[in-house]
C-alpha cells in the first residue's frame, strides 16, 4: 500500500511532533505498507528526519507561508499525486481535492467552538477560524474515515456536524518515553524563600484562549500573601494576545522581577525546563488535546490545570483542576497546591502512573492499522 500524507498545512507545535512520532514509530511491514509520501514545509520535514520507506517532498508554494500553501492544496497537490496512491491522509484536517478515498483529523476544534472563536472577533485571526470552520466542515463531510486525538474533539465535531455515515475512531496522542521522570521528593512549604522560590513552569503559545494574563494576575494575589512564586512562560506571544499581556506584565510586574517569558523552546529543549520546575499549570480553554499537559505529567510534576477542552480527559484525575477564567479560584487552589507538601506529592505521583499509558507506538500502531483497513476497502471504488 502506498499512503500519501498531505502535511502542507502542518508547521509546528503539536501536529508536527504527533506526525514525527507517528512516522518514527511506524511498522509498516506489518501493515503492508510499502511506501509514504508525506508533502509538508522543509521545516517540517527537518524534524521528521530519515525513515525507511518515507519519501519527504515539499514545493516552493508550501514554504512561502500559510496562504501560498492553501493554493498549493487547491491547485498543484491533486496533480502531484502518485498513480499507485492507496488512500491520502490529511491530518491537518483541510483537503478540498479530488482524491478519493482519504482520511482527515479534527486537530484544532478551536474554529467549531463559537464561544472561544469569537475571542478574536473582527480580527483577521478569526476571519481565518471562520474559512477553516468552513473549509473543514466540507473535509469531514466528505471524507471516508476521522481520527480524532481526544473523545472531547468527537463529541464537539459531531454535535455540530451530521457524520453518522463517516467512519471515525478516537486515537490518543502518545508520549516520549525521554520525558519520563519519575516525582521528585516535594519541598516543604517552608523551604521556598526569596533566594528558593516556587518555581511555577507554564508551556505554551501566549494567546487569547491561554489566559496568560489571568495566571500572572493570580500569581500576583499569592504573592501578595507572602509566598515567593517565580512564574516561567515558555512559548511565543501571539499577536492578538500582546496587547493584553504586556498590560498584566505592566501592572503586576512591571520591572520582571518575578515573570520570565522565555519565548520560543525546541521540543528537544523544553524538558529542561519541566526538570528545573516546582509545578507546572496549564490555563487553555480550548485544547483538543494537551500534550504539554501529558509531557509535564510524564516528568512527575504537580499539576493545576484548567477543567476546559479535552484536558481532563487527558488527565484522568491526575491534577488539580481550576477555572481558568476564574482568578480568585486559580489563586486559591495554587496556593493551596503550594502549601500542601502532601498534595502535590500525591498529584506528581498520579499524574506520572498515568502519562506511562500513553505510548506513540500504539497511536501509531491504531492509526496505521485504521488507515490501511480504510485504504483497502474504499480505494477499489475510485
Avoid at 477553516?132 to 456536524?161: E, M, P, W
Avoid at 519541598?187 to 494567546?207: A, G, M, Q
Wanted: hydrophobic share 40%.
Amino acid at each position: 500500500m502506498h499512503i500519501l500524507v498531505d502535511a502542507s498545512n502542518i508547521r509546528k507545535g503539536g501536529g508536527v511532533t504527533h506526525l514525527q512520532e507517528v512516522l518514527r514509530a511506524s511498522d509498516f511491514e506489518k501493515y503492508g505498507v510499502e511506501r509514504v509520501t508525506v508533502w509538508a514545509p522543509e521545516e517540517t520535514l527537518a524534524r521528521i528526519g530519515a525513515i525507511p520507506r518515507v519519501v519527504r517532498r515539499s514545493h516552493s508554494l508550501i514554504n512561502q507561508g500559510r496562504m501560498q500553501g492553501m493554493i498549493f492544496r487547491r491547485t498543484c497537490l491533486d496533480r502531484l499525486i502518485d498513480s499507485d496512491t492507496d488512500l491520502l491522509w490529511a491530518p491537518g484536517g483541510t483537503y478540498l481535492g479530488n482524491f478519493r478515498p482519504y482520511v482527515t483529523m479534527l486537530r484544532n476544534f478551536l474554529p467549531f467552538e463559537a464561544s472561544e472563536r469569537d475571542r478574536f472577533k473582527y480580527s483577521v485571526d478569526w476571519a481565518r477560524l471562520l474559512y477553516l470552520r468552513y473549509a473543514q466542515a466540507k473535509t469531514f463531510r466528505a471524507a471516508n474515515g476521522i481520527i480524532h486525538i481526544s473523545q472531547k474533539a468527537c463529541d464537539v465535531l459531531n454535535d455540530q456536524l451530521d457524520l453518522e455515515q463517516v467512519p471515525q475512531t478516537v486515537i490518543h496522542h502518545g508520549l516520549s518515553t525521554r520525558f519520563l521522570m519519575p516525582p521528585r521528593e516535594q519541598r516543604p512549604f517552608e523551604e521556598f524563600t526569596t533566594s528558593r522560590p516556587v518555581r511555577l513552569l507554564y508551556v505554551s503559545h501566549v494567546n487569547l484562549y491561554k489566559h496568560q494574563d489571568k495566571l500572572i494576575e493570580a500569581v500576583a494575589r499569592v504573592r501578595g500573601n507572602g509566598i515567593p512564586i517565580k512564574l516561567n512562560l515558555v512559548g511565543p506571544v501571539v499577536r492578538l494576545a500582546k496587547r493584553r499581556f504586556d498590560a498584566a506584565l505592566a501592572k503586576f510586574d512591571q520591572h520582571g522581577e518575578w515573570v520570565h517569558c522565555h519565548g520560543e523552546v525546541s521540543y528537544e529543549d523544553v524538558k529542561d525546563f519541566y526538570q528545573e520546575s516546582d509545578i507546572c499549570i496549564f490555563m487553555s480553554t480550548c485544547e483538543t488535546f494537551g500534550n504539554i499537559l501529558l509531557e509535564a505529567m510524564a516528568c512527575g510534576l504537580p499539576i493545576l490545570c484548567s477543567n476546559r477542552g479535552a484536558l481532563p480527559e487527558v488527565h484522568g484525575g491526575a491534577a488539580l483542576e481550576v477555572d481558568p477564567e476564574d482568578i480568585d479560584s486559580v489563586a486559591e487552589n495554587l496556593e493551596l497546591l503550594v502549601r500542601d507538601k502532601a498534595l502535590r506529592a500525591k498529584i506528581a505521583a498520579r499524574a506520572f502512573a498515568r502519562a506511562q499509558t500513553f505510548s506513540w507506538k500504539c497511536c501509531s500502531d491504531k492509526t496505521l492499522q485504521f488507515l490501511v483497513e480504510l485504504g483497502s476497502q474504499n480505494h477499489s471504488n475510485y
